[in-house]
């Protein structure tokens, strides 16, 4: 404990093969201590992806302005400086409505509203909601709930984690591809299966992709591809339910994003 209490959060306490009182103990504490290394590592590490990812857009904005300032331009030439800089500042907004939005799905106190979940009416709800967008990009998008499958769940936030999933595979997939989303039972309870025919996900990275703000090189100067808070986001909501979100290869080239409905964590 003395390292530990130094700052050495890498350090786990013994666990025996008795199982008993203490080893439990020891147990909990070990995850206890999980949770607050990933939590610190985060804090180090937003500093530096929020000054990243903001000096593009806020560089842009003071340079817009200054031109504003500066140039005795037309009206139209004005108005259209001006809407450029709404547009910068609805992205930064944007960002830190997410953070916050994070932040407060890990407050667990959001656990008061959990209750039981038809999980096929969810992926209808996502389904109706994401459907027009796929369309719109000519990507075959369909779900399956071969069987009537329930949770022990908070409804809207089930929807909001597989609808970021969903957001997401849309961003990914070719135009003329293909999306699913499925329902399936395994012996310890019910999993959803976002799948898509996009490059994938290297597994290298698939850690990654669930910190705030990670995007990979490829898509770190594209508008497309959003804020990197996403996946953070569909993650702290399966953490809050205390499922697991598994990142997978799909069956003929994609990726195949999971969350395992079961919890583990002895909280529910």
Not at 47 to 53: E, F, R
Not at 79 to 93: E, G, H, I, K, T
Not at 195 to 216: A, K, M, S, T
Request: with cysteine.
């Amino acid at each position: 404990m003395e390292p530990i209490a130094r700052g050495d959060l890498g350090r786990r306490l013994p666990v025996s093969r008795r199982g008993d009182e203490v080893d439990t103990l020891a147990g909990m504490v070990n995850r206890m201590l999980g949770e607050i290394e990933r939590l610190l590592g985060e804090v180090k590490s937003v500093g530096d992806s929020i000054a990243h990812d903001l000096r593009t857009p806020l560089t842009r904005l003071r340079a817009q302005l200054h031109r504003l300032q500066q140039k005795g331009d037309s009206c139209e030439d004005r108005a259209a400086l001006v809407d450029r800089c709404v547009v910068d500042v609805d992205a930064l907004l944007g960002r830190f409505r997410a953070l916050l939005r994070i932040s407060e799905l890990e407050d667990l106190r959001r656990r008061a509203g959990f209750g039981e979940v038809d999980l096929g009416e969810t992926l209808r709800q996502v389904h109706e909601l994401y459907a027009p967008l796929a369309e719109d990009r000519g990507i075959t998008f369909r779900i399956e709930t071969p069987r009537c499958a329930r949770v022990h769940a908070d409804p809207n936030l089930l929807v909001e984690a597989i609808s970021n999933l969903v957001a997401n595979a849309i961003k990914f997939a070719p135009a003329g591809g293909r999306i699913s989303v499925r329902t399936r039972m395994e012996e310890r309870g019910a999993c959803v299966d976002v799948c898509d025919n996009g490059p994938g996900i290297p597994v290298d990275e698939r850690e990654l992709v669930l910190q705030r703000f990670y995007r990979n090189e490829r898509g770190r100067d594209s508008p497309e591809q959003g804020h990197g808070l996403g996946l953070t986001i569909a993650s702290a909501i399966v953490r809050l339910h205390g499922f697991r979100l598994r990142i997978g290869d799909n069956l003929g080239g994609g990726a195949c994003v999971g969350i395992e409905c079961w919890d583990d964590t002895g909280q529910g």
